[in-house]
């Protein structure tokens, strides 16, 4: 069935710091590749998100790649701030959206 | 902003209760969905449904029921509570998706424990 694994289960850094989390997913028809980040107590909220005619997206200091080749797809995270520490999820879409396991973010100042 | 409710944040309930957790959704949206969350599995997809009086099962439906009958509104039904449905549940709406993009809206969250 689809399934989207991804990468690491806890990611620490130092303020300032870039951080990545990867991501992968088997249904090579998905063509929508959303990224929430849920804070502490609260649900999941989309941050950025990439369809898969376009290779790259930015906003500010967050960033998607994907390379629909090796299905694989990844969020940026430049000069990270205390406030960027939450749980992120990757998803992807084809009929419904499939999210990944997520992501532990802890930035140390 | 669209703001989904649910109606509890905490719930204790012991096994074989029928328990009920209530959502709403401010923004006319047609679409709703129920997912638990449990570390290291990510969300998981309960049940959803694309109009008032539908619903669809998704991937972890057993155990579970759940009634639309205001669009506005999606309840997740636990029949007779087990220990291993002790999870938190997210509540999630959204719109009829355009050209395969789907922004899905998440409530807080009910964290529910069975004793």
């Known amino acids: 069935g689809e399934n989207v694994e991804q990468h690491p289960s806890t990611l620490s850094v130092q303020e300032g710091d870039s951080a990545v989390i990867k991501c992968t997913y088997s249904d090579s028809a998905s063509n929508y590749f959303p990224w929430y980040k849920q804070e502490l107590g609260k649900g999941p909220q989309l941050i950025i998100d990439?369809?898969?005619?376009?290779g790259e997206k930015k906003d500010q200091r967050i960033a998607v790649t994907l390379n629909k080749t090796a299905k694989h797809f990844s969020l940026h995270i430049t000069e990270t701030q205390p406030e960027d520490s939450a749980v992120y999820f990757c998803a992807a879409r084809y009929n419904k959206l499939i999210f990944g396991a997520g992501t532990r973010l802890a930035v140390h100042p | 902003d669209v703001k989904v409710t649910q109606s509890s944040r905490y719930l204790v309930k012991r096994t074989g209760e029928k328990v009920f957790l209530e959502c709403v959704q401010d923004?006319?949206?047609?679409?709703m969905f129920w997912y638990r969350q449990d570390p290291g599995l990510g969300l998981r997809l309960i049940y959803f449904s694309y109009d008032v009086k539908m619903k669809e099962k998704g991937d972890i439906p057993e155990g579970y029921s759940v009634s639309r009958e205001k669009k506005e509104r999606f309840s997740l039904i636990l029949e007779s509570a087990s220990t291993n449905q002790t999870s938190m549940y997210l509540c999630?709406?959204?719109?009829?998706?355009?050209?395969?993009?789907?922004?899905?809206?998440f409530g807080p969250g009910t964290r529910l424990l069975v004793l």
């Open positions: 923004m006319d949206h047609e679409n």
């Open positions: 990439i369809r898969s005619n376009v």
């Open positions: 999630a709406s959204s719109l009829v998706p355009s050209g395969g993009e789907e922004t899905q809206y």
